[in-house]
């Protein structure tokens, strides 16, 4: 599968029905395992709840109450910023905040336009999003499962994170950063 986002930064969306599904271990993994060869990476999470990072009595809470839209607190080995927003922001405007990395793993924001791999898992799963008419299937570019699935896009063993990341590395980062052969990944079970 060839790279369509080969002029801009790599994306590649996870997501599934329901919560609990393992979106979050398994990004997890992935991330370790992009690490691991020397790739920068990237995550945005789509929080349902009101985001809450900074707490009362911190200096920072006490700016942002004061009135402060944007408030950076830095460290020897970490930035962060809280902005006040009037909206949801778009993928494309959380990713103009991702300057120096070589993908981006974007956790949720279900309808966006990306590659998206779903998770499905047999007990836990609503359902299969993947040719659902609420969602564009053509984004769809493989489905992690606990389950024994036929579908004409490549599906992953939930447990085998290796071969997921080396999917993605392989077709989205555009082949790998170690010169180390990872295999080929796709496979249909």
Known sequence: ?????SNKRSVISIISSSSNSG????????IRILKSRGYKVGAIKNDAHKLQIDYPGKDSFRFTEAGADNVVIASD???AM???VSGPKSIEELLLLFQDVDIVIVEGFKGNEFPKIEVYRKNTSKCLLYKNSKYNFQNFVAIVTNENLI???PVFDINDTKKIADFIENDFI??????ENHGTSCSQI
Do not use: A, R, S, W
Not at 1 to 5: A, F, P, Q, R, V
Not at 23 to 30: D, F, M, P, Q, S
Not at 174 to 179: F, V
């Open 151 to 153: 579908t004409d896009i």
């Open 174 to 179: 555009g082949g790998n950063k170690n010169g």
């Open 82 to 84: 809280i902005k006040k």
């Open 1 to 5: 599968m060839e790279n369509l986002y």
């Open 23 to 30: 979106k979050t271990t398994l990004i997890e993994g992935i």
């Open 77 to 79: 080995n970490t930035v």
